[in-house]
């Protein structure tokens, strides 16, 4: 299918700016997307990550109805509500800290 309004399953965009819609036999995508002009500077973000985790990502947004930009915005406004004292996501392994100093504020 050409044109901007729906694409195929197969098309080559990003997992994580698709949604499925289905309309009988075929799944077709489409973007979605923010409003344009409704981010703050908005930065592009230079790191990889597995393959299976971008499209678990996607798949979440998707259901949830976002991009995948706006998913990760609020994942991670949720996660800071998890924070422990030193500023680590709760659920994440305890880092080693054998050898460290305490620092103590005079």
Do not use: C, Y
């Amino acid at each position: 299918m050409s044109g901007s309004k729906g694409r195929l399953a197969t098309t080559r965009r990003s997992p994580a700016s698709l949604k499925a819609i289905n309309t009988g036999s075929v799944v077709h995508m489409t973007d979605v997307r923010r409003k344009r002009g409704t981010m703050q500077d908005p930065v592009a973000i230079g790191w990889k990550i597995e393959r299976s985790s971008r499209d678990r990502i996607a798949a979440m947004a998707a259901a949830a109805g976002v991009s995948a930009s706006e998913f990760v915005e609020r994942m991670a406004v949720h996660t800071e509500s998890e924070l422990t004292k030193h500023g680590v996501p709760s659920w994440m392994p305890p880092k080693d800290r054998n050898g460290e100093l305490p620092i103590n504020g005079t």
